[in-house]
């Protein structure tokens, strides 16, 4: 092998030996996140429509049922995540979020994080009018022969701060618990009234007939707490 043969052996060896040494780390963590959420958002508007008609009304502070999950690249100080809530805490309402979210690390050890960022993404609240009726609805209900629904979605924010503690670890699964403190903000549509078909328990089809003159466009706000359980998987 001649002088030029040596060194570009040599320079690929070096080279690869570089890379090697600043090649970023692919691992990163899963987690698995289950909580309640405790928010005073709510719309005192239809409060006072469901209350007249008889309906129950939005708790002041509403309860949530969330799901997340969310991923950390080993070498970032950043969190990926996407989360579905519903509201648990009344009976003829419901309420759910499809939210994706970014956080940045302030603090990231084995066992304690602490996050600050926030999530955005759909919300939607959908009221079933099984009970009293004003007189134009009464109209539309005999019309269509059907129960009628109000509707409403829009744009959900949540900036929040997120602290997880992890104190028991069984091989690369950890488990532990987390808390929030957000700010919510729906910036919902006017309520629509339509009509939904219930197929196996489930509403869909939602068809809607008209905008109520009775109802108003209102977005909500309020601080949010959380907490719940989550579990932490080190994937490499």
């Known amino acids: 092998m001649n002088l030029r ?99 940045a690390a302030a603090i990231k050890t084995k066992k304690f994080l602490l996050f600050a960022g926030a999530s955005a993404g759909y919300h939607a609240d959908i009221i079933v009018l099984n009970g009293q009726l004003p007189p134009a609805y009464q109209e539309l209900a005999a019309n269509y022969n059907t129960p009628l629904a109000l509707r409403r979605s829009g744009l959900s924010l949540e900036p929040a701060l997120r602290a997880f503690w992890y104190p028991l670890r069984f091989g690369i699964v950890q488990v532990g618990v987390f808390g929030g403190l957000g700010y919510d903000v729906d910036l919902n549509s006017q309520w629509r ?30 601080f949010s707490l959380n907490a719940g359980l989550s579990l932490r998987l080190d994937l490499r």
């Open 5 to 103: 043969g040596y060194l570009f052996a040599f320079l690929l060896t070096a080279g690869g030996s570089a890379y090697a040494q600043i090649r970023p780390d692919s691992s990163f963590s899963i987690l698995i996140n289950s909580s309640l959420s405790f928010t005073h958002a709510n719309d005192p508007h239809i409060n006072r429509w469901l209350e007249k008609y008889g309906y129950p009304t939005e708790p002041h502070v509403p309860t949530s049922l969330n799901f997340e999950v969310a991923a950390i690249p080993a070498d970032s100080r950043l969190m990926y995540s996407l989360r579905v809530s519903t509201i648990t805490s009344v009976s003829n309402l419901t309420s759910y979020n499809f939210m994706a979210g970014l956080y």
């Open 193 to 222: 009234l339509g009509t939904y078909s219930n197929d196996h328990g489930r509403y869909s089809h939602f068809q809607k007939l008209n905008k109520p003159t009775d109802q108003q466009k209102v977005s909500e706000h309020g």
